[in-house]
Structures are given as structure tokens and as C-alpha cells.
């Protein structure tokens, strides 16, 4: 059957007014664990994400010209597991049609998902994704916008090792995970680069109870217990060795400890453990993007969500930073041809931006290539329930409290 002129006519207006309407916004595609063991994590990332598209969003959009496109953000759950990740990236790709990708908050993730992006060559900023493993292929269309922990893993080290009486003896536990393993390996060799013995250095399965492992530890009286995990791990490890009554000199961790879940949980336990850090809400810095310092997106956070932002949320928001930038600067309108997102690929490459976060410039050779080489790490420590920054020395807030005060006097 025939159709008739009108009929064409229309069909015509219709697919117009549809591929118009698809190039009105930036389609970027999330993968985040919003379930499984990685839920509470993945949930800071959203928020990170969530907090840029909502301020750029609110100022009209990205601006490419003369003209404004918003962004639209759409999510696939990795359900705090790689295939899954791997899966829910491929789809937004292929059914979604996303310009762009936000990275996973777990390396795990992101390790399952770097190849799918590569495929597709869809460019990708991890916001979260720590682990020097997710570096080791050196993807063409992965970045990252926080630092491998072992640099940021080392510095507090060196920070612990100043401190008076020097410790002299460490344990170094780190659950299987990419990131978890990479973080007490890191530990490991920065204390033997220190002088500080490692009496015991164990990789264990992931959730595993460690009483049994820390009720032995304590008869080797350690000065140091490093410990590398996520979320509900750092917490129950305060509570087992509160439970089996040994304080050492001092817990380092390394992510978990900024989050305010993890002083909500421990209320007065969580005083004066250690962690890793390459932002607070209190460093200094100054920007001419969407918030001019670390201030002004903590309080843009706390406002949003009811919650204060941590160094992963503020790492997230800036991978969005990074994106906006470079769309901007390579006048890309959307959606996105193959021919562009290599532009844009050359264009992260080439940016070297101050932000709220502070100064974000990726690496482009080395063994971490396009890993954010523009910020440095922090020392902080969990003080009456506040996070502070205790190192290093230029940068410190306030001096770091040593040795720990035994759980029983608390």
C-alpha cells in the first residue's frame, strides 16, 4: 500500500523533530554499584555525578557557542559485580545511545568495564576508581579524575612515620578486591621505604570476620594496624579490635574514613583513626567553574542531599568538570560522531584545569596514564567526628592526635 503525500510529509516532520529533539542534550551513561556489598559507596558516587548535572543543568547547560545543551544522565546499576558492570555499560551504549560515560565506584568495576568503552571508543572518566590496575592497560578512552592510591596510600605513611613516639612495628591487612589489595600492598611498601617493620602481612577474602586474624595479631603488639577495604569492612575491624580490647598507636585506612557514614556508625570509636585523602571540604582551592572552592560544593552538597561530601562525591563531581571543559573547548554538539569523542579524547589529554576539586591534568604517558596527576594526598584523621586534614606539614589543619586513646578510656 501506497502512502499518501500528507502521510510522507508527516513521517518526514516526525523523524526531524525526533533527531532534534535527541540533539538538545548530552547523553552521558552511568555505571555505578546502586545494590550489593559496594551500595553505600556507589551511592556517594551518584551523588557526585548527580551534583554536577543538576549545577550545569542549572546555568542552562554546557555551552558550545553561542548556544547551551543540558545534560541527562542514565544509569546502569553493576550491582557491585564486574560482569554485571560490564553488561549495564554495554547497554547504555548500545540501547541508550550515550555520548559519554561515567565511570563505577569500585575498581573491580571499572577494570570490567574499560574495555567495553574501548570497544565502543566512548570516552569515560572513572570519579572514583583508585586501584593502579585500572591503569595497567592504558585505555585510550579511560580517564580518571583521583589519583592511584598507592601515591595517595605512601604519603600517609610518611605522615605516620613523623609522628612522636615514631612507630616502629605494623600489621597490613587488605581484603581481595583490585582496589583493597592494591591499597595494603601500597601500605606494605611504603612502611618497608620507612623503616617500620611489617610483622604480618595478610590479603583475605572479602568480608571475611577478622577477629580470629586480629585476636592473633595482638600478642604481636603492633604499632600500626593499615588496613585496605570498603565501607562495612573498616567499620567492623573497629569494632573487633574494640570487642577484643587492643588499641594500637594508630588504624590507618584509606577510603571509608571520609565518609560520614563511617563516623556515624563508630559515634566516639571512630576518633583518631587514620585515613587517606586527596580532598576536604576545607582544602584550598579556587575555581571559576560552576562552585569558586572546596567550600562553596560542600555546602552546594549538604544543601542537596543532607549529607557532607567526601573526597570520592567531590571526585565524581569533577570528572564532570573535566567533560564540561573539554566539550567546550572542542565546540561539540551533540550527539557525539565517532570523529568527535577522538577529539574529545585529545582534548582531556590536553587539559589542565583549576576546579573546586583542585587542579585536574591527566597524565598522558607512565604508568598511569590518564590518571589525574594534577592533586595531591592528604593525611586525615577522624577528630570529636569531624574529618581534618593532618598532613601533610604545609597543608595540615590541625595536629594529628597520638597515640590512640584506648578504647576503654573513651
Known amino acids: 500500500m501506497s502512502l499518501t503525500k500528507s502521510a510522507i510529509l508527516a513521517a518526514l516532520t516526525t523523524a526531524v523533530a525526533g ?21 553505600t559507596g556507589g551511592n556517594v558516587a551518584k551523588r557526585g555525578y548527580d551534583l554536577w548535572a543538576q549545577a550545569v543543568n542549572e546555568t542552562g547547560g554546557i555551552k558550545i557557542g553561542a548556544k547551551k545543551y543540558p545534560v541527562k544522565l542514565f544509569y546502569g546499576d553493576a550491582q557491585s559485580n564486574p560482569s554485571q558492570g560490564a553488561a ?45 590496575k585500572v591503569w595497567e592497560p592504558k585505555f585510550k578512552f579511560v580517564f580518571g579524575s583521583i589519583p592511584p592510591v598507592n601515591f595517595t596510600g605512601a604519603a600517609c605513611i610518611e605522615t605516620l612515620a613523623k609522628l612522636s613516639p615514631a612507630p616502629k612495628t605494623a600489621v597490613v591487612f587488605g581484603s581481595n578486591d583490585t582496589f ?21 602481612f595478610n590479603i583475605v577474602p572479602e568480608g571475611q570476620d577478622l577477629t580470629p586474624l586480629l585476636s592473633a595479631m595482638k600478642g604481636l603488639r603492633p604499632d600500626l594496624i593499615c588496613f585496605g577495604g570498603h565501607d562495612e569492612e573498616l567499620i567492623n575491624l573497629i569494632k573487633d579490635l574494640h570487642q577484643i580490647d587492643y588499641t594500637p598507636k594508630a ?47 560542600a555546602a552546594a552538597s549538604l544543601k542537596a542531599f543532607k ?25 561539540a554538539v551533540p550527539p557525539l560522531s565517532e570523529a568527535k569523542r577522538k577529539e574529545l579524547v585529545k582534548a582531556l589529554e590536553a587539559l589542565d584545569v583549576e576546579t573546586f576539586y583542585g587542579r585536574i591534568k591527566f597524565a598522558t604517558e607512565g604508568d598511569y596514564f590518564h590518571a589525574n596527576a594534577g592533586i595531591s594526598s592528604l593525611t586525615v584523621q577522624i577528630q570529636n567526628g569531624v574529618v581534618k586534614c593532618v598532613g601533610p606539614a604545609k597543608v595540615a589543619e590541625v595536629p594529628a592526635q597520638y597515640p590512640m586513646t584506648p578504647w576503654s578510656k573513651r
Open 88 to 132: 549495564a555499560a554495554e547497554r547504555l551504549i548500545t540501547q541508550e545511545h550515550v555520548d559519554l560515560m561515567f565511570g563505577p565506584y569500585a575498581s573491580s568495576v571499572a577494570n570490567a568495564v574499560g574495555p567495553v568503552v574501548e570497544k565502543y571508543m566512548i570516552p569515560m572518566i572513572n570519579g572514583s576508581a583508585e586501584s593502579p
Open 19 to 39: 533527531g532534534a529533539l535527541q540533539a538538545q542534550e548530552f547523553k552521558i551513561g552511568v555505571v555505578v554499584e546502586l545494590s550489593g556489598d559496594n551500595a
Open 307 to 331: 549529607v557532607a561530601a567526601d573526597y570520592t562525591q567531590g571526585g565524581c563531581s569533577a570528572a564532570g568538570i573535566a567533560f564540561q571543559v573539554a566539550l567546550e573547548k572542542i565546540k
Open 251 to 297: 588504624v590507618l585506612m584509606h577510603y571509608g574514613v571520609t565518609e560520614p557514614a563511617f563516623a556515624e556508625a563508630l559515634k566516639g570509636d571512630a576518633n583518631q583513626v587514620f585515613g587517606g585523602a586527596v580532598w576536604t571540604e576545607t582544602t584550598k582551592t579556587s575555581s571559576k567553574i560552576l562552585w569558586p572552592n572546596s567550600q562553596a560544593y
Open 180 to 200: 583493597s589489595s592494591s591499597t595494603a600492598t601500597a601500605f606494605n611498601a611504603a612502611l618497608i621505604k620507612q623503616g617500620i617493620k611489617v610483622l604480618k
